[in-house]
């Protein structure tokens, strides 16, 4: 498989553009401007990428946000070479985020029924019930502290309690993630697909 042209779908400000460790063409596109945008998208329209073009898809943490789901996979599928690659994450359990424009969660089976016909290469379920449960009550306790001025006050004085906080909470977190077997209680998904050939 090629790798030569990289599309990143939700891109932001490409934090893994230079994951890749050599020369590629990395092309970023997303709804809202940033610095490794090149395409702003509307989510509706087809995107400005020609027909089979692309080698790998890098869709990190965008399915749940996609208002037009199948406009998504359906411009995958377009720009993305015969043989290309998929890699794309998304939550299982996690906080409603980016409101409104949070619409689904994804489970590991789910991730292999998205794409019929396509090859399953990888689907990884990341963390356990230690990290998901500290990720759950980390991100509650971020978003109760920030609902005002006088609780982002109390936060802020109480910054080094809070980090010490954290850290054993993610000790902990890790963990129970050593003891749990289930396979069901991750936070997030990896997934990664072949496009097969014509």
Request: aromatic share 10%; charged share 20%.
């Amino acid at each position: 498989m090629r790798g030569d042209v990289v599309l990143d779908v939700g891109c932001g400000n490409a934090p893994y553009k230079t994951w890749f460790g050599r020369e590629i063409k990395y092309i970023g596109i997303d709804t809202q401007p940033g610095e490794g945008v090149q395409h702003l998208i509307d989510g509706e329209s087809e995107w400005p990428i020609a027909d089979e073009s692309v080698d790998i898809v890098l869709c990190t943490q965008v399915f749940e946000h996609a208002n037009n789901f199948q406009q998504l996979l359906s411009e995958i599928n377009r720009t993305l070479r015969g043989e290309g690659r998929l890699v794309a994450t998304f939550p299982f359990i996690y906080n409603e985020h980016g409101a409104p424009n949070d619409y689904r969660r994804i489970s590991a089976h789910g991730a292999e029924i998205i794409f019929p016909g396509w090859r399953v290469v990888l689907v990884k379920r990341q963390g356990g019930i230690g990290s998901t449960l500290a990720l759950l009550w980390l991100n509650w306790r971020d978003l109760a502290m920030n609902r005002n001025f006088a609780l982002r006050l109390m936060k802020a004085t109480l910054l080094p309690i809070w980090i010490f906080e954290s850290m054993i909470i993610n000790v902990l977190g890790l963990l129970l993630d050593k003891i749990d077997r289930t396979d069901s209680f991750y936070s997030n998904v990896m997934v990664v697909l072949e496009k097969p050939e014509g």
